[in-house]
């Protein structure tokens, strides 16, 4: 029996359901229904006591179709090979439902980074990389940033990986600091993209930003970077949530305050004029969107019921059991799917690569510019398909990069389907009109 809190049988049901939509030869998903490649390490690391401990890493690569594999690396006590291999699927249909030149990856290390000390920190993320090595590069497989890995842990893997091959790569990972050839508005990406994907849904649903208020389950890279961009759309952001507490004011937290307040104490429980909150009760505010951005499987089926607000926002990756989504669905929730909602840091992932292999860097606004362009043609595009199909946005979101993965497979002679059915396609990257005003 598939176990539909793991990702991986998530996922498989979700193409399963596209390939079926599609009308596509089950050769689709066939082909596509497991990661090209798993690799499993160990990673032994000198601890600061003296003693040797191993820690178990994963990397997978789902499929190379479409271009070289391309996701994160997340350190976490709960990481498993399913949950990476899930992953890796998910960043497949992100990169292709963005238009993006890549299939999915994605890597983890079986760990809780909080209990380590930097030195034992950067033993393993140097571990990982001389493991891993052999399987990655800029045209193979490029790392990037997860849950609890940041531009620094980037900038230990890249210098890894060129002492190792005896040559200076900054296209091997993204996410890395600026001066080592990170792209401005890196950082900030994945948020500011989910910001303009909830934007844009209120657009279509008639919700004016500035009579909006909105939750926020998460405040890590990915929460803070909403929550402070949401309030700078005029937003009221009511409440947030991170691993140790929560911070709610039904008249609108100040956000400037919350961001000192969390510099000052590592949380957000106890900012400037706010009571605490749980995760159940953040998820099920009255209030417009709800944007869940921490890990999986939060929004379940007795929540779904529970929800009151017009949009759900999935910054995490899978945030939505397979139950709660049908619930959502039932009763009408505008879901911006994770792999729309959350691609901009990808995407920004993908002009920090096009910029190693020039050499030449643009701007913040810039960067800004081009990713607002791409979420809105990709919102677009998804919304289009949910529009003529009459799908629910998940669902369109992944005919739409089903159809364009089946297509390359084809097109390289992996399959023999015909993937002709009449989906409207969204632009790849270096054919995207600009259609969209900036
Ligand atoms: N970890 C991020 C994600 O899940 C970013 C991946 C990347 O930039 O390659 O989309």
Redesign the pocket.
């Known amino acids: 029996m598939a176990d539909m809190t793991n990702p991986y049988h998530i996922v498989q049901d979700q193409l399963r359901r596209a390939v079926a939509n599609l009308k596509l030869d089950q050769e689709v998903y066939e082909l596509l229904k497991s990661p090209m490649r798993l690799v499993e390490v160990s990673i032994p690391v000198r601890m600061d006591s003296g003693a040797l401990r191993s820690f178990t890493g994963f990397r997978a690569q789902h499929t190379d179709a479409i271009g070289p594999t ?5 350190f976490h006590p709960s990481v498993t090979a399913d949950e990476v291999r899930g ?1 890796s699927m ?2 497949t249909f ?1 990169t292709a439902v963005m238009g993006l030149p ?1 299939g999915g ?2 890597g983890g290390i079986v760990c809780d980074p909080a209990e380590l000390s930097d030195a034992e920190l950067e033993a393993l993320s140097r571990g990982y990389i001389r493991r891993l090595e052999a399987v990655m590069g800029p045209e193979l497989d ?6 609890n890995t940041s531009p620094r842990i980037m900038g230990w893997m890249l210098d890894e990986y060129d002492r190792v091959r005896g040559q200076n790569s900054p296209g091997f990972i ?2 890395k600091p600026l001066v080592l050839g990170g792209s401005a508005g ?1 950082e900030a ?2 948020g500011r993209g989910v910001v303009f994907s909830i934007l844009e849904a209120m657009h279509r649903l008639g919700i004016d930003p500035h009579q909006a208020s909105a939750a926020v389950q998460g405040f890590g890279n990915v929460g803070s970077h909403t929550a402070r961009l949401l309030h700078a759309a005029g937003v009221r952001v009511v409440a947030v949530r991170d691993v140790n507490g929560g911070a709610f004011n039904p008249e609108g937290l100040d956000i400037p305050a919350l961001l000192e307040h969390v510099a000052r104490t590592r949380g957000v429980k106890g900012a400037p004029g706010s009571e605490d909150i749980d995760s159940e009760s953040l998820l099920t505010l009255d209030v417009d969107v709800v944007v869940p951005a921490a890990l999986e499987n939060q929004v379940t089926e007795a929540i779904a019921r529970r929800v009151r607000a017009r949009i759900i926002a999935e910054a995490a ?1 899978g945030p939505t059991t397979p139950e709660g989504d049908h619930i959502l669905d039932e009763r009408n929730v505008f879901v911006i799917p994770d792999i729309l909602c ?2 901009g ?6 002009f ?1 690569w096009v910029q190693n292999s020039m050499g030449y860097y643009w701007s913040e606004n810039e960067v800004n510019r081009k990713l607002r362009r791409s979420m809105v043609n990709a919102f677009d595009t998804v919304y289009r398909m949910h529009e003529e199909h009459g799908v629910f946005m998940r669902e369109a979101a992944y005919l739409v990069a089903v159809h364009r993965v089946a297509l390359a497979a084809e097109a390289r002679g992996w399959i023999h389907s015909h993937p002709e059915a009449e989906v409207p396609s969204a632009p790849m990257q270096h054919m995207a009109p600009e259609t969209v005003k900036t």
């Open positions: 391309k996701g994160g690396i997340r992953l998910w960043m992100k890549y990856a994605k490029i790392p990037a940033p997860d849950v993204t996410g890196r990406a994945t990756n959350n691609a840091g990808v995407t920004v992932s993908y920090e």
